[in-house]
């Protein structure tokens, strides 16, 4: 539903951050305690991140306006981040 004096753009934003808490949050929480195991990212592992990043690229300019949404973004930005920092060195520890 369109809410009311939203852009098409901040509709669609907001449906990615929705998108984000309540199945990408999940997907990342669970590519962390791999990667907190010793694990390394395979290649869906590797798509996944990148189709995040991307619409988190998107949606950027739009959820500086809402705090929960901003605090969702920063959240998963702050988490890939950690996802990265422990990918490497994962890899570095084989």
Do not use: W
Request: with cysteine.
């Amino acid at each position: 539903m369109r809410g009311r004096g939203m852009t098409t753009e901040e509709n669609t934003a907001i449906v990615i951050i929705r998108e984000m808490r309540q199945h990408m949050m999940p997907r990342v929480n669970g590519l962390l305690s791999k990667l907190q195991k010793g694990g390394s990212l395979d290649s869906f592992d590797m798509l996944f991140l990148d189709q995040l990043i991307q619409q988190l690229k998107h949606a950027a300019p739009i959820v500086r306006c809402d705090k929960s949404y901003l605090a969702v973004h920063c959240e998963l930005l702050s988490r890939i981040n950690t996802l990265t920092d422990l990918a490497i060195a994962n890899d570095l520890n084989c």
